[in-house]
């Protein structure tokens, strides 16, 4: 969903940007072909937006948290320094299928580790000195997600949190379960003094942090 823009003036946006690849574009066609959820992919604008804020902070180490066909990660890989990566976490198989097929034929899928246990649990297991973390999961997890990153961001590290939006609901009252659970964690980083952050009102809302 994007809350502002004209489908015309999104598409002009799309045209005059910087093109992914096209095992990218494969990826994206097959995602709206065979899932009930496409809208869950980043997107076109939004990928293009990922891969530059990996391009711009060029991290050794990038932390994803819900993988879905894998989109997402690919953007990231692209801005990754040598020998870095991105490890992905989603423990659902429903679309390993596409992943092996399409996500595959990128020529940076060898720089993603996909990880099929919780994120909570990856984040514990795995010590590396992340320098990206872009939370994409489960909506009620969010704090969860969020207490475990904090654990371990250094200063210097870039959060994104997809959805923060949530459709244009959190401007509305009553604000439902899902809804109540976005806005906090925009007022968490808000009122933090741990980060300059900033929300960005891209498809369905992206809050940036990064950590002093």
Known sequence: MNLE???????????LSEQPEEAINQLERQTYLSTVSPQMISGRLQGRFLSFISKLLKPKY????????????LCFAEG???GGEVHTCDPSRDYDFI????????????????HKQSALQVLDEVALSWDLFFVDGSKKEYPNYIDAIEKVIK????ILVDNVLWYGKVTQQP???ETQI?????ERLFLSNQYHQLILPLRDGIHLAIKK
């Open 5 to 15: 823009f004209s489908p015309e003036i999104l598409k002009y946006c799309e045209s």
């Open 62 to 73: 990038v932390f994803e948290i819900g993988t879905f066909t894998g989109y997402s990660a």
């Open 99 to 114: 992943i092996n097929q399409y996500a595959s034929k990128s020529q940076n899928f060898g720089r993603i580790k996909f």
């Open 155 to 158: 200063p210097g590290a870039v």
């Open 175 to 177: 604000r439902d379960k």
């Open 80 to 82: 990754l320094q040598e």
């Open 182 to 186: 976005l806005h906090e964690i925009n």
